[in-house]
């Protein structure tokens, strides 16, 4: 068992680090090859393409990894029969998805959007939807047989295909405009979940035949109001959360608009949109992805100390990873604040998302703690508590949007950003200690962790100012730079971290690794919405 689940842990944290990868060079290629209005565009068609993908498999991924694992555990007929309705019922949900985009395309271009250009690229995405629909299924029952080797291998092959796909279209499209362009990114995107999804049923060909063998399917008990009681509160709860981030998304250009009516308009609020959206976020979102390892590791010890009433141990369980996630995201604050600049002008060419980085770097720390304790939150049952939090946030930002966009521009909206990491981070930090009894340490999460920035921050400021005269002209110059001066702040944040607690916190996850001692309790079913919409592009 312990060696079934460090596989699995190690596929899904190293498949999730490669499609992490991929994706950033991918979105850096894109933000090169569309530019800043192009990329605006983009985002703008993600934004409403997200609220559709929500509706088509937000519900039945959860409830496919539910059921499944449920019936596999009783009944192998019943749960091939539970498997044949899902996959209708996937079938069902992305087919209206896919009808209701096409059926909205125009109007959204037009009126939620604000950009006719849009509705070409809405319409090639929504040929997807019931691909995303059935994949979701199907990875829900590798998931309830503990497989992962399906859905990392067909994740691959979609992230492949993607990107093959995207390079292909848009080196021979130069000079398009940018609505045709964008629909290509996202005809490209349908055929890659197409792709995904056939795959994914010839792995589930040969797993059939070993799972349920010549067993008919037969009709498992009370399907239809178990899967709707799963599906409802899923599908209701997170089609809202969808719907208002889509508001804030279509509000943000248009109130950018109004702020630069006499610097360009709709086109540069465009081109600052797609260069905060497109470039500088996922570059800031991208190391979160390595505290994967973590939670794999700390998450389910987290539930089962939950579930047994095992107060103290849970409690240390919080304050390990809550102190971990205080060092890293310190760690990655500190690299972007000193070298986001830099690797801005390398990677985009763009000083306004230097800026951006260097701006947003400093919340880093409330950003990851808010996603590491959200996880926390659900594993404890306080997820009710999240949603609501996340909807307040999102109302909060929506009202920020419209106040401080029209008269402030960007810089309004960054304030917005680093007032709802505050928010959110404080609001879930304190419903976790609350609810599972933890008292606080913020000295210890924080309090180390920034003193080891600090000391980093200054001598990475040393060196960069040191480095200002080396002949960085070029990639290969300017690369040379980040490398030595990133390298050299993150042995100075390590050092000064390293007797603060941290090498106390690395070897107790390093003993509880090898001891194995989550391995009954291992599950891998908290799809956490990831199989619905892949954000790396």
């Known amino acids: ?27 850096i290629w894109l933000a090169n090859a569309l530019g800043g209005a192009g990329m605006g565009l983009y985002q703008l068609v993600l934004a409403v393409y997200g609220l559709f993908v929500t509706l088509a498999t937000a519900g039945i991924s959860v409830a496919a990894a539910r059921l499944l694992t449920e019936e596999l555990s009783r009944d192998k007929a019943a749960a091939r029969g539970m498997l044949v309705r899902l996959v209708l019922a996937g079938l069902t949900l992305g087919g209206l998805a896919m009808a209701a985009q096409l059926a909205t395309a125009g109007l959204a271009a037009k009126w939620w959007l604000g950009d006719v250009r849009a509705a070409a690229a809405l319409r090639t995405s929504a040929l997807g939807l019931p691909w995303m629909a059935v994949s979701a ?33 848009l080196s021979r499209t130069q000079g398009w405009p940018d609505g045709s362009r964008c629909a290509l990114v996202l005809a490209a995107t349908a055929l890659s979940e197409a792709v995904s999804t056939a795959l994914m049923t010839l792995f589930y060909r040969r797993e059939a035949a070993r799972c349920f063998g010549s067993t008919a399917p037969r009709p498992p008990r009370e399907v239809s ?11 209701g709860g997170r089609a809202l959360s969808s719907a208002l981030h889509t508001a804030e998304n279509m509000l943000v250009p248009a109130c950018l608009a109004v702020y630069l009516a006499a610097s360009g308009g709709r086109t540069a609020a465009l081109e600052q949109y797609g260069t905060l959206k497109g470039m500088a976020l996922p570059l800031l979102n991208f190391p979160f992805g390595l505290l994967g390892s973590l939670a794999v590791l700390l998450m389910p010890e987290i539930t089962q100390a939950h579930i047994e009433g095992q107060t103290a141990r849970l409690n240390a369980l919080l304050d390990r990873m809550l102190r971990l996630t205080g060092y890293f995201s310190m760690l990655a604050g500190t690299l972007f604040w000193v070298w986001g600049r830099p690797l801005a002008q390398l990677l985009y060419h763009s000083p306004e998302a230097g800026f951006y980085l260097e701006t947003l770097a400093p ?39 419209a106040v401080l966009l029209p008269r402030y521009g960007m810089r309004g909206f960054l304030t917005v950003i680093l007032l709802s990491s505050f928010y959110t981070c404080a609001a879930n930090t304190g419903r976790l200690l609350l609810s ?48 030595v001066g990133g390298t050299v702040t993150a042995i100075v944040f390590l050092l000064a971290a390293l007797p603060l607690g941290l090498w106390e916190e690395l070897r107790a996850v390093l003993r509880q690794a090898k001891t194995g001692e989550s391995d009954k309790n291992v599950n891998f079913l908290d799809t956490g919405g990831d199989c619905e919409y892949n954000t790396n592009v």
């Open 1 to 27: 068992m312990r060696q079934s689940y460090f596989k699995n842990a190690a596929l899904l944290t190293g498949s999730d680090v490669v499609l992490r990868l991929a994706g950033m060079g991918l979105r």
């Open 225 to 235: 109001r178990r899967l709707w009681d799963i599906l409802w509160p899923v599908e």
């Open 363 to 401: 919340a880093m720390p409330l950003m990851y703690l808010e996603s590491m304790v959200d996880g926390a939150m659900k594993g404890i049952g306080e997820q009710k508590a999240a949603f609501r939090y996340s909807v307040w946030d999102a109302v909060l930002r929506i009202g920020g949007v």
């Open 137 to 169: 299924v199907l990875r829900g029952f590798f998931l309830a047989r503990r497989r992962v080797e399906p859905n990392v291998l067909s994740q691959l092959a979609e992230q492949t295909v993607r990107i093959a796909a995207v390079v292909w279209a």
């Open 436 to 483: 599972s009894g933890t008292g606080h340490a913020f000295r210890r999460w924080l309090g180390a962790p920034l003193l080891a920035a600090v000391a980093a921050g200054a001598a990475g400021r040393g060196v960069r100012r040191a480095l200002t005269g080396f002949p960085a002209q070029g990639l290969p110059g300017q690369l040379a730079v980040l490398t």
